[in-house]
T-cell receptor, first 113, second 113 residues
Framework: AQSVTQLGSHVSVSEGALVLLRCNYSSSVPPYLFWYVQYPNQGLQLLLKYTTGATLVKGINGFEAEFKKSETSFHLTKPSAHMSDAAEYFCAVTLNTGNQFYFGTGTSLTVIP | NAGVTQTPKFRILKIGQSMTLQCTQDMNHNYMYWYRQDPGMGLKLIYYSVGAGITDKGEVPNGYNVSRSTTEDFPLRLELAAPSQTSVYFC????????????FGNGTRLTVT
């Protein structure tokens, strides 16, 4: 069975500080991993994805994530938080053998001026 | 550049009423999905479709029905609304099943009282 765990339902950082949002997955086969962002009253938008190849993936708005197979993790980082980064972030996993995405419960990011 | 369009944006139903949530996409995507989002629970898959005429259940299909008569449209039907169906509903589509990201609509906020 596949599952996604996001540690910390709420994260607060100061503007300009490092953003670190944690995601761990469990999967019996190599997964495809995604981070989505949701702004208020909107649908989810893709930030970045890992399928194969380079384990450090760069996305939009300065975000990046590193796939660490040994730790079954796919943490999202950004070196310097901006006020516009305040949103809900979801980690998701899918497999090359199935049709379903499995989402974490989300992390709400607050950026303090 | 419409993408995935959902209607209505908001709806209030009385217990026992029925309604259809509309979803249409203009990207010629084969795969379409319905999710519900509840606070602190992430997204749960209700139904999905891999192409016109083909649908399958997700994690939480009870109380819902879907149809897929065309590639573009994937309506979600609630037959006998219950308070437990109060949620935000998202339709999404993707090009294929493997590593293509999901494209989301802006959601339908449904309240059943």
């Amino acid at each position: 069975a596949q599952s996604v765990t996001q540690l910390g339902s709420h994260v607060s950082v100061s503007e300009g500080a490092l953003v670190l949002l944690r995601c761990n997955y469990s999967s019996s086969v190599p997964p495809y991993l995604f981070w989505y962002v949701q702004y208020p009253n909107q649908g989810l938008q893709l930030l970045l994805k890992y399928t194969t190849g380079a384990t450090l993936v760069k996305g939009i708005n300065g975000f990046e994530a590193e796939f660490k197979k040994s730790e079954t993790s796919f943490h999202l980082t950004k070196p310097s938080a901006h006020m516009s980064d305040a949103a809900e972030y979801f980690c998701a996993v899918t497999l090359n053998t199935g049709n379903q995405f499995y989402f974490g419960t989300g992390t709400s990011l607050t950026v303090i001026p | 550049n419409a993408g995935v369009t959902q209607t209505p944006k908001f709806r209030i139903l009385k217990i026992g009423q029925s309604m259809t949530l509309q979803c249409t996409q203009d990207m010629n995507h084969n795969y379409m999905y319905w999710y519900r989002q509840d606070p602190g629970m992430g997204l749960k898959l209700i139904y999905y479709s891999v192409g016109a005429g083909i649908t399958d259940k997700g994690e939480v299909p009870n109380g819902y029905n879907v149809s897929r008569s065309t590639t573009e449209d994937f309506p979600l039907r609630l037959e006998l609304a219950a308070p437990s169906q109060t949620s935000v509903y998202f339709c999404a589509s993707s090009l294929d099943r493997e590593n293509s990201p999901l494209h989301f609509g802006n959601g339908t906020r449904l309240t059943v009282t």
